[in-house]
T-cell receptor
Framework: RKEVEQDPGPFNVPEGATVAFNCTYS??????FFWYRQDCRKEPKLLMS???SGNEDGRFTAQLNRASQYISLLIRDSKLSDSATYLC????????????FGQGTTLQVKP | DAGVIQSPRHEVTEMGQEVTLRCKPI?????LFWYRQTMMRGLELLIY????????DSGMPEDRFSAKMPNASFSTLKIQPSEPRDSAVYFC?????????FGSGTQLSVL
């Protein structure tokens, strides 16, 4: 089993739609969680951290369920510019800084 | 700040040749990571350093791969001899409190 698993998609949605991505992780001792965004032929960039209480940044909402070892990202009112690959990222330990990336979920927002 | 700087951006070489990839992390970041990205396997962590010391190299595919960090502002990833299956995008990243900042990557093609 992979340490971090995501549905690769692609998710094709119209502008204005709400879309949700899910991610599961295998190590129950994992400490920190993030979503990164990667545009085609570019480097990954941090989108947002994921906190146990859930957190929101504009149209983006991230949630963590430690009991189910599950992370989600919700995008509301999707824009053409949201088209990218979204990478779920998990830190297995708080002491090392080591981050494990999922394969990514591809989103294509259509006009 | 210029961000993480990698060179070269593109490298095309023949099987059996030595390849050296270079990275300059963001000043003040004490962790440096080398990742490899392919369509099939996604982003794989090869090795990471804390305070210039290699901490975990379990992701290095085989002895043909080696990495060094002689000081806080420079790291290299070397492949000798290179093989066609090494073709990938190699990313260097440095981190600040578990937040990774990636360089633009080196697109390596081994013919």
């Amino acid at each position: 089993r992979k340490e971090v698993e995501q549905d690769p998609g692609p998710f094709n949605v119209p502008e204005g739609a709400t879309v949700a991505f899910n991610c599961t992780y295998s190590n129950s001792a994992s400490q920190s969680f993030f979503w990164y965004r990667q545009d085609c032929r570019k480097e990954p960039k941090l989108l947002m951290s994921v906190y146990s209480s859930g957190n929101e940044d504009g149209r983006f909402t991230a949630q963590l369920n430690r009991a189910s070892q599950y992370i989600s990202l919700l995008i509301r009112d999707s824009k053409l510019s949201d088209s990218a690959t979204y990478l779920c990222v998990v830190s297995p330990s708080s002491n090392t800084g080591k981050l494990i990336f999922g394969q990514g979920t591809t989103l294509q927002v259509k006009p | 700040d210029a961000g993480v700087i990698q060179s070269p951006r593109h490298e095309v070489t023949e099987m059996g040749q030595e390849v050296t990839l270079r990275c300059k992390p963001i000043s003040g970041h004490n962790s440096l990571f080398w990742y490899r990205q392919t369509m099939m396997r996604g982003l794989e962590l090869l090795i990471y350093f804390n305070n210039n010391v290699p901490i975990d190299d379990s992701g290095m595919p085989e002895d043909r791969f080696s990495a060094k960090m002689p000081n806080a502002s420079f790291s290299t990833l070397k492949i000798q001899p290179s093989e066609p299956r090494d073709s990938a995008v190699y990313f260097c990243a440095s981190s600040f409190y578990e937040k990774l900042f990636f360089g633009s990557g080196t697109q390596l093609s081994v013919l």
